[in-house]
C-alpha cells in the first residue's frame, strides 16, 4: 500500500510566523504535490514537483514555497503566516507516467490566527 | 473562472437507490478525467478515472460516463451503500497542463438508511 504522511494533523500558528509542512512518502514516487482544500473551491494547486531539488509553481504560489531535498520528502513553508492562509493542506505523490493516480496524505489542518 | 464545476454542493440518497453526480467542464483540452472519494479527516482517495476516448467506464457499483459533447460527466453508484456517505470531487487534466489535475468543489453525497 502506497502511504503519503503528514507531519500534524492539526496545527495552530499565530501571523507572522513561519510553518513548515512536512510530507513523506514511501513508494519511491517521483512526483509530490501540495494542495489546499477550502470550501466551494475544491482543491487548489499550490507547488509540485518532478523530482529531487526541482520544483514548479501551482496555481496559488504566493506565500509560500517548497523543499525537496530527497525524493521521499516535500516540504511546504509558509514564510509569514496570515490568516487567509487557514485552510486544509494536502500533499499528493505520484508515479511518473502523468495519468498515473494521485495518492494523498491525510491533510494537515492549519489555523492561523 | 472554475473550469471545472459540480454544481450540487450535497445530495442525499436512499440506502439501495442510484446515487448520480454530476460534473461539467470548460476546457475542450481536457482529455482524462477521475473521480476521487474523500472522507472526512482523510485525504482523497481515487475511484474511478475515463480517458476522451471513451464515454462509459466501470468498475463494480461505480459507473462513470462522458459526454464530450456537453462537456459533462457523471458518476452513478449503483446500488448505494451506506458507506458511500462521503465528499466526491470530479478532476479533469490536459496533456497541454502536463496532465495538472483541476479539481470541481465536490459534492456531499449522503446515503439515508
Known amino acids: 500500500d502506497v502511504k503519503v504522511t503528514q507531519s500534524s494533523r492539526y496545527l495552530v500558528k499565530r501571523t507572522g510566523e513561519k510553518v513548515f509542512l512536512e510530507c513523506v512518502q514511501d513508494?519511491?514516487?517521483?512526483?509530490m504535490f501540495w494542495y489546499r482544500q477550502d470550501p466551494g473551491l475544491g482543491l487548489r494547486l499550490i507547488y509540485f514537483?518532478?523530482?529531487?531539488?526541482?520544483?514548479e509553481k501551482g496555481d496559488i504560489p504566493e506565500g509560500y514555497s517548497v523543499s525537496r531535498e530527497k525524493k521521499e520528502r516535500f516540504s511546504l513553508i509558509l514564510e509569514s503566516a496570515s490568516t487567509n492562509q487557514t485552510s486544509m493542506y494536502l500533499c499528493?505523490?505520484?508515479?511518473?507516467?502523468?495519468?498515473?493516480?494521485?495518492?494523498f496524505g491525510p491533510g494537515t489542518r492549519l489555523t492561523v490566527l | 473562472d472554475q473550469q471545472v464545476k459540480q454544481n450540487s454542493p450535497s445530495l442525499s440518497v436512499q440506502e439501495g437507490r442510484i446515487s448520480i453526480l454530476n460534473c461539467d467542464y470548460t476546457?475542450?483540452?481536457?482529455?482524462?478525467f477521475l473521480w476521487y472519494k474523500k472522507y472526512p479527516a482523510e485525504g482523497p482517495t481515487f475511484l474511478i478515472s475515463?480517458?476522451?476516448i471513451k464515454d462509459k467506464n466501470e468498475d463494480g457499483r461505480f459507473t462513470v460516463f462522458l459526454n464530450k459533447s456537453a462537456k459533462h460527466l457523471s458518476l452513478h453508484i449503483v446500488p448505494s451503500q451506506p458507506g458511500d456517505s462521503a465528499v466526491y470531487f470530479c478532476?479533469?487534466?490536459?496533456?497541454?497542463?502536463?496532465?495538472?489535475?483541476?479539481w470541481g468543489a465536490g459534492t456531499k453525497l449522503i446515503i439515508k438508511p
Open positions: 475515463i480517458s476522451s
Open positions: 514537483s518532478y523530482d529531487v531539488k526541482m520544483k
Open positions: 476546457n475542450s483540452m481536457f482529455d482524462y
Open positions: 513508494m519511491d514516487h517521483e512526483n
Open positions: 478532476a479533469a487534466s490536459a496533456l497541454d497542463s502536463n496532465y495538472q489535475l483541476i
Open positions: 499528493a505523490s505520484r508515479p511518473g507516467g502523468v495519468q498515473d493516480t494521485q495518492y
